[in-house]
């Protein structure tokens, strides 16, 4: 029996490195959910971040082109109230990372976040896909969710 439940286990875990729907939610609006192709049509980028003293590459689809498809604010338009919100990238195992809406966004910031799904140049694996949300020049990984399965855009306050 043990080792039943040990397959099966084993083969969830495999199975999370494949590619699976992302769910964003618009405060005030409904939630838009974009599959493989979905994300696969959008504008990719690449963005480095250290992870134990080491460079590492991830690349993906840029955050600010997911948002865009579920109607956030964005661009030239980005200011005043819209700069009240904010980003949560949840992962599967509950972990969160929140962002304002400027950081998501190259009218406010030069370097990238994204939607991960390649690591030096390889698909991730099971322990950190099928996305991650990547910030390009964080210094610590600790902004950067494993397994991504939501995205929620809301008010701060």
Do not use: C, W
Not at 18 to 37: M, N
Not at 124 to 143: K, N
């Amino acid at each position: 029996m043990r080792l039943l439940l040990a397959a099966i286990a084993a083969l969830a875990l495999h199975g999370a490195a494949f590619a699976q729907d992302l769910k964003v939610t618009v405060a005030g609006r409904d939630t838009v959910t974009l599959s493989p192709k979905d994300l696969a049509a959008l504008p990719r980028a690449k963005a480095t971040i250290t992870v134990k003293g080491a460079a590492v590459t991830y690349e993906g689809v840029r955050l600010d082109a997911v948002l865009a498809q579920a109607g956030v604010v964005h661009g030239e338009r980005l200011m005043g109230r819209y700069l009240n919100q904010v980003v949560i990238a949840r992962a599967a195992d509950g972990f969160f990372s929140v962002l304002s809406l400027a950081e998501t966004d190259p009218v406010y910031r030069a370097n990238p976040a994204v939607v991960a799904d390649t690591v030096n140049g390889h698909k991730l694996d099971a322990r950190e896909g099928p996305y991650r949300l990547v910030v390009d020049g964080d210094l610590r990984p600790s902004r950067a969710p494993r397994q991504l399965v939501s995205i929620e855009v809301k008010p701060a306050f």
